[in-house]
């Protein structure tokens, strides 16, 4: 079951603060890490993560830095910052009480 478009987008910002609140990484790894959590629920393309990354930087969450690679290749880093986790934990209570509501509202007894 493919999840809708919509919904994966109103959770992108939230799914990415909680991939960087467990480690820094930068863009495309988050990409195979989110993909590979979802296991086949959504897929998400570079082109999704790159702008949201943009604005969670620009808004102050994380933070990025240049890091060179042990092969020599230099990679983008993103790393949550307190603001940042400070937003992941209300925007993780949000998501909980309307993920409640839904349950609640389409759950065996209003079938």
Do not use: C, D
């Amino acid at each position: 079951m493919k999840t809708q478009k919509e919904l994966v987008g109103a959770s992108t910002s939230l799914l990415i603060l909680a991939l960087l609140g467990r480690e820094a990484s930068y863009g495309y790894e988050l990409v195979k890490r989110i993909n590979a959590e979802a296991e086949g629920l959504f897929e998400w393309q570079e082109g999704t993560v790159y702008p949201v990354l943009h604005k969670l930087e620009k808004q102050g969450l994380i933070r990025a830095q240049w890091q060179e690679t042990a092969s020599g290749r230099r990679r983008k880093y993103y790393h949550l910052i307190t603001r940042g986790r400070e937003a992941l934990a209300e925007q993780a209570e949000e998501w909980r009480g309307f993920s409640a509501l839904v349950s609640r509202m389409t759950g065996p007894a209003h079938a």
